[in-house]
């Protein structure tokens, strides 16, 4: 018999039936994701939706972000902000007229000189003709074997680039328009926007975290554009010399390239990559020749990004790569080379307010900390002067007070 009750199997432990309290918590969570999820793809399409209107007003922000410590120097010696709104667009306004004077030389100087360029570019791709002949072979046997029929055809439709920069036109003015009133209406009502949405805060905790973030915002997106903007115009100075001890025709305008596409990190830099190799590819037939500009680029493309800026920014700019690509990769996506130049200003708005809503232990140094909680204090006791004290929640009702117990009394509480 023990050997029977030995040899028997041990039986196995059936899984314990959810309780109701587990299932309702379990509802609830999935019932929160998908709302969050819902929130997400509405806030998406609401994007692309509003990309004609949306995408400007945001690059306007951005810019008027990067320019307001300019703005409030000029104020500081009593200009008033709609004058000096109107200054700082003007400034905005002659450093892209430079730039275009600037650049207007060099491309006009390619554009007579590209028939010239694509003939040398075939020559250098005709010793591919083997290996894509291969490719085509490899690619009818495999048709073959898969019994397909189906002929590639081509259709050519109307039109040229000529029709479609005259339809393209009116959209492009729009957003130019858009894009300089916002600067300018920003710039000149910034800080009331900023104390109307402080004086909506009930409590003056709430009002001082939320006057904080603001100040945090500003501080974070203008220190990094103003950094990247300087470290890009180092690396295109450093681009343009090192293309003229190359022998790379027009090094100015190769040097200003990499400093606007620098703006949009990773994808401009890829861009400038291929950039400088279709143009090695033309103008040289040695093939170390052609990847000579392209190094020189990366080297100083490297040090720039991985020392000077953390150098010069800062640690507590800086974000993941991954986190950045794939921001980067997903405004594009919605605005075009729009959307990439704001993605990471966003990315730096989010942070700010996650850091500030959920504070962490993240180093921040004590001089900028300082700084923003002044400014914070100020703009709160600004708000606290324009909204008076309704906003403030009603006093608690005093706390019972116990008197003391004597000896063969009973307690009593007065209020």
Not at 30 to 35: N, R
Not at 165 to 194: C, E, K, N, Q, S
Not at 286 to 310: K, S
Request: glycine content about 8%; proline content about 8%; charged content about 15%.
């Amino acid at each position: 018999m023990a050997g029977q009750a030995s040899s028997r199997r041990a039986p196995r432990a059936r899984p314990l039936p959810m309780s109701n309290d587990r299932f309702d918590r379990f509802l609830r969570n999935s019932a929160q994701l998908a709302i969050l999820g819902m929130g997400v793809l509405a806030f998406g399409v609401a994007m692309a939706l509003g990309k004609f209107v949306l995408a400007p007003i945001s690059l306007a922000i951005v810019i008027g972000l990067m320019f307001g410590p300019v703005a409030d120097a000029i104020e500081r010696r009593g200009v008033p902000p709609a004058l000096s709104a109107g200054l700082v667009v003007l400034l905005f306004l002659g450093l892209i007229g430079i730039a275009g004077t600037l650049f207007a030389a060099p491309l006009a100087e390619w554009v007579q000189r590209w028939p010239l360029l694509w003939q040398r570019l075939q020559e250098q791709l005709a010793s591919l003709h083997g290996p894509l002949q291969s490719l085509a072979t490899i690619q009818e046997e495999v048709k073959n074997v898969m019994g397909s029929d189906v002929a590639m055809t081509v259709a050519v439709e109307d039109g040229g680039p000529v029709q479609d920069a005259a339809f393209m036109l009116p959209g492009v003015m729009a957003d130019v328009l858009l894009f300089l009133a916002g600067l300018y209406f920003y710039l000149a009502t910034r800080h009331h926007i900023r104390i109307s949405v402080l004086s909506l805060c009930y409590s003056r905790k709430t009002r001082w975290r939320t006057a904080h973030i603001f100040r945090d915002v500003e501080a974070k997106v203008s220190r990094f554009l103003l950094s990247a903007a300087a470290i890009n115009v180092g690396l295109g100075v450093a681009t343009a010399l090192s293309m003229w001890a190359l022998g790379v025709p027009s090094p100015l305008l190769w040097g200003g390239l990499a400093a606007v596409l620098n703006f949009i990190p990773y994808i401009g830099q890829a861009i400038m990559l291929a950039l400088l190799f279709i143009v090695g590819l033309g103008t040289h037939s040695e093939m170390w020749m052609v990847l000579l500009p392209v190094g020189a680029y990366a080297a100083l493309n490297l040090v720039a990004d991985q020392f000077v800026f953390p150098h010069l920014v800062g640690r507590a700019l800086t974000l993941n790569p991954f986190v950045i690509f794939a921001t980067i990769a997903f405004w594009m996506w919605l605005w075009g080379p729009m959307g990439g130049f704001v993605a990471v200003p966003f990315l730096l708005v989010v942070q700010s307010i996650i850091l500030n809503v959920f504070p962490t232990t993240a180093a921040i140094p004590k001089a900028v900390e300082k700084r923003l909680a002044n400014l914070a204090a100020r703009d709160t006791a600004e708000t606290a002067e324009a909204s008076p004290e309704p906003f403030e929640p009603p006093p608690a009702p005093p706390k019972p007070v116990r008197r003391k117990r004597k000896p063969g009394s009973t307690a009593t509480a007065s209020p």
